[in-house]
């Protein structure tokens, strides 16, 4: 996690890597015990919600397209989310952009409530229900993009 140097300053950064893995990495699922593993997960999210970098942390994860962790204190169907709601908000996030990671911060930064949606959204069962129309819309959207995009 804090291996990345983009994350040095982020509030993880002061645990040790093993400790890290278990909280927000793969390493979470050799913990046996269900109940531990949420206790593990949940301070992550706590700490990734206080963390002033959180931000940050998540534009570049999503630009980055990171297939694994709780980055951000969002897993990786949450994060998808977000990246939906911030190109349906207009955020240019085409990877000729070279601003695209600092627009999407700047996005994120004046929608901290979107990152509380996104990770109920994943979550819950009427979550899911909304994630599978907006991910419906998002793929029309792109459709229709992509058939407006000159040959
Ligand atoms: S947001 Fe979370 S994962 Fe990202 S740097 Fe901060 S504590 Fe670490």
Known sequence: MSG??????????GLPLGIQDLMWGTDNERVRNKSDRRILKSTARILCDMCPIQAECLAQSIIGREQHSRIGGIDVKARRLLRHRAEADGVDLDPSNPARTRNLTSWIRDHPELVREVREQSSTREGRRRRSEDQYAYRQRKTVESAQRPE
């Open 4 to 13: 990345d140097p983009n994350r040095v300053a982020g509030v993880c950064s």
